[in-house]
């Protein structure tokens, strides 16, 4: 059974609440989340349901040519929305648990960032003669 948007939104503002995170100021961006987890959940529902993933669309001029089933799109702008809403909550594995669990993108993503804080190695041309 899909879940309703409230039942969504309520898991939100635990979560929040757990990471110490919550404000009431985010009552719209927290509806948002929970309106795209629940689209992302109906998509899935009829995706599981589908036997092809593309459909016959038919021209204004009668020709007939194949076409990605739109869940798909709903489903793929549902995941986007997402992504979005988590980052802007902050509601990231890390950021919830305090731990990344070794996740190897974690580690990449933080050895990047590392690596752009650095400071250049700067070799004047005084010190290279000496």
């Known amino acids: 059974m899909i879940k309703k948007v409230a039942d969504y939104r309520k898991d939100i ?6 990471a110490g995170k919550y404000s009431k100021g985010l009552t719209a ?29 038919v021209s204004r001029y009668g020709n007939t040519t194949l076409a990605p089933h739109p869940v798909f799109k709903i489903q793929k702008d549902a995941q986007d929305s997402i992504t979005r809403q988590m980052k802007a909550l902050d509601l990231t594995v890390e ?36």
Not at 39 to 56: C, W
């Open 13 to 18: 503002e635990r979560a929040l609440k757990s």
């Open 29 to 57: 961006q927290i509806q948002s989340l929970a309106g795209a987890l629940r689209t992302l959940d109906i998509a899935n529902a009829e995706i599981d349901e589908l036997e092809e993933t593309t459909i016959s669309v």
């Open 95 to 130: 950021a919830l648990t305090g731990t990344d669990e070794a996740d190897p993108l974690i580690d990449l993503t933080k050895k990047l960032r590392a690596a752009g804080r650095r400071r250049p190695d700067i070799v004047k041309p005084d010190a290279a003669q000496t």
